[in-house]
């Protein structure tokens, strides 16, 4: 077994052996082990409503690559044998390039994860801008994950990195401002699908236009009016407009008034609230406020009444005021009591002619 402790490029064969031998067997014994850990969290997380453990299983499964298991592997056999500093510096370098690269793996996964779960909405259902908006951000985080992982392993590598950022810098800069309208557009969007001041589907209303949401984009938000034309803002001017939500409405307040002849007697005058109130009451998906004899018209005695709808459905309203008008005409006719209309009664005083 002489031959064992023979030199060769420095180190006696049984030591390159031992070499070889740790790096097959620790690559194997890695692999399983990694195999084992996952199946070990896989079981626990199938038991458990967390997200961490499935995040946990979805890292070392899939973004703890086998390269860097290798690259370790070779660095405990080569503690074995005796290199030459230059070829240690190799390795040590190539160790921390693959750790970098591997931290740029799981910084991934974990910023893929955190972002799946701001943009999720509670429904579940997939949105077309949600998942735009998710892409959009995804990538650019990503790409800033990245490039500061390509730059430190430069650093690393002994590259002088300094002129090279200050360059990116100043692209940047001249970049941001070329493009800067549409990037204040895509920043809004992401706003608008953060923030959600409203979704798709929502009735919206922006200052003199109207309609339902139909898509939020990466630069514009379409919207369907009543008339059927598509209105189409620019996300950034949207933002900056006031926005009434009419879908995000739970009940919605009515107010208003009818007048009656100045001729009505004062005994039916006293009736005509409470009849209101009545009326009112007797119809379904509604609750009555108020009703007063508010005030002394030009041609007619004011009589208001304040109720709510307890459904954000404007055909709702719409039916329940119509069933109130209709019972109301039927109750003015059976009482005798008119409403008033614009009219003007000329009082002429005759003046006799002094004989």
């Known amino acids: 077994m002489d031959w064992l402790t023979t030199v060769k490029y420095g180190n006696e064969i049984w030591k390159w052996l031992a070499a070889g031998g740790t790096i097959v067997l620790g690559f194997i014994l890695m692999l399983a082990l990694k195999r084992v850990i996952a199946s070990i969290l896989g079981r626990l997380a199938s038991k458990t409503e967390t997200e961490v453990d499935d995040l946990l299983v979805h890292l070392i499964n899939d973004k703890t690559k086998s390269i860097l298991l290798l690259v370790f592997a070779i660095l405990f056999g080569s503690l074995f044998l005796k290199l030459p500093e230059s070829l240690e510096q190799v390795i040590y370098k190539a160790t921390l390039v693959a750790v970098l690269l591997q931290a740029a793996f799981w910084g991934s996964g974990i910023l893929r994860h955190w972002l799946a779960r701001v943009f999720r909405k509670d429904d579940e259902k997939v949105d077309p801008a949600i998942a735009s908006a998710q892409g959009a951000v995804t990538f650019l985080s990503n790409t800033a994950l990245w490039a500061i992982i390509i730059l430190a392993i430069l650093h690393n590598l002994g590259v002088n990195i300094t002129t090279f950022v200050a360059g990116l810098g100043v692209g940047g800069i001249a970049i941001a401002l070329a493009i800067q309208n549409i990037l204040g557009d895509l920043f809004a969007s992401l706003s608008i699908v953060i923030d959600r001041p409203f979704v798709v ?37 949207l933002l900056k407009s006031r926005i009434r939500n009419y879908k995000q409405m739970f009940e919605r307040r009515i107010v208003f008034q009818i007048g009656v002849t100045y001729e009505t007697p004062q005994e039916k005058l006293a009736k005509i609230t409470d009849m209101m109130r009545e009326i009112m009451e007797s119809l379904d998906d509604n609750r009555c406020d108020r009703v007063h004899f508010a005030s002394f018209g030009d041609s007619a005695l004011i009589f208001e009444m304040a109720y709510y709808v307890t459904k954000p459905d404007y055909s709702v309203y719409m039916e329940i005021q119509q069933n109130f008008n209709f019972e109301l005409l039927k109750r003015f006719a059976k009482e005798g009591i008119e409403f008033a209309y614009p009219t003007q009664t000329l009082f002429v005083n005759e003046l006799k002619q002094a004989s």
């Open 201 to 237: 589907g929502d009735y919206i209303v922006v200052g003199d236009m109207m309609g339902t949401v139909e898509k939020i984009g990466v630069k514009t938000t379409r919207v369907r009016s009543l008339s059927g034309e598509q209105l189409i803002f620019a996300n950034t001017d």
